[in-house]
């Protein structure tokens, strides 16, 4: 009934998930997405594996805004994607973390696992200038989808 309070609830109690590693990772393809599929292989008889789209990565697919070549991942092992390790001319950045809040309402499309738009808001909301007026937009988006 009142979507705005609860969305401030959530923003004023949000703590970003714990990170406990991070690889960073030179993927093919990574400027159509066809990359990112590698993760859907990799997960592949691998059952205990959950992997994300990083809610600050995922705002594209909520906002217009230029898509970058830079993605991040939460992920709850990454030790199958070592051999794409490339700490000098990286694409994606895989962060392991066993925080299970991230894949809350994770929106699977093409193949790909994007964050929620809430996650989405939720981290561009502590970044920067630019990363925040994107934020705003989203949370427009979740207040409208909410009446």
Known sequence: LQPKKLLKKLFDNYRP???????????????????????????????????????????????????????????????????????????????????????FDAKEETGLSWASPIQSWLELSRLGKREREIADDIFKDIVGAAK
Do not use: C, H
Request: net charge positive; no cysteine.
């Open 17 to 103: 998930p714990k990170i406990i590693g991070e690889l960073k990772l030179k993927l093919p393809n990574i400027d159509n997405y066809n990359g990112l599929r590698i993760f859907n292989e990799y997960k592949k008889g691998l059952n205990s594996v959950r992997w994300v789209i990083s809610g600050d990565s995922s705002a594209r697919r909520y906002s217009p805004m230029a898509d970058a070549s830079l993605f991040q991942i939460y992920t709850t092992d990454y030790s199958s994607l070592m051999q794409y390790e490339d700490n000098r001319f990286f694409n994606v950045i895989a962060q392991k973390t066993n925080s299970s809040f991230i894949y």
